[in-house]
């Protein structure tokens, strides 16, 4: 079966085998994408490496950009990525050590407030029981 031609000739060939999963892993990929042939599909495959993922993976607003970009800077991470996930980790702990100081005073609050109505219904009960209703 003939395929279609590559719109601008290849300048350069480059034999590679492949075992038959990394044949079927290509041929999905080049039906997926709706591509004529495995050349294109392969060649589609190296436009995409060369693009960065960070960039296109998450859109983030200039200013957060740019204090993610001092932390790397700085030493305190690697990449804007590693930047990213020091912030979210910073963010949770701090998170969780809130919760966890507020957590017991709420709960004292709920305990008080729950006594303050069992004492009112035990004196409206007395008081009920004195006049005789």
């Known amino acids: 079966m003939r395929t279609a031609r590559a719109e601008t000739p290849a300048t350069h060939f480059l034999g590679v085998r492949l075992t038959a999963e990394e044949a079927s892993l290509l041929d999905r990929f080049r039906s997926e994408h709706e591509l004529p042939n495995r050349s294109e599909a392969v060649r589609e495959l190296v436009r995409h490496a060369t693009e960065t993922p960070a960039a296109s993976a998450v859109d983030l607003p200039a200013t957060l950009r740019s204090e993610l970009e001092d932390l790397v800077?700085?030493?305190?991470?690697?990449?804007?990525?590693?930047?990213?996930?020091?912030?979210?980790?910073?963010?949770?702990?701090?998170?969780?050590?809130?919760?966890?100081?507020?957590l017991p005073s709420l709960r004292d609050s709920a305990r008080a407030a729950r006594d303050r109505r069992a004492?009112?219904?035990?004196?409206?009960?007395?008081?009920?029981?004195l006049l005789g209703r």
Request: hydrophobic share 35%; net charge neutral.
């Open 73 to 102: 800077e700085d030493g305190y991470a690697r990449d804007i990525e590693a930047a990213l996930g020091l912030v979210v980790h910073l963010g949770l702990t701090e998170l969780a050590r809130t919760h966890a100081e507020r």
């Open 119 to 129: 004492g009112r219904r035990r004196a409206d009960r007395e008081g009920r029981g």
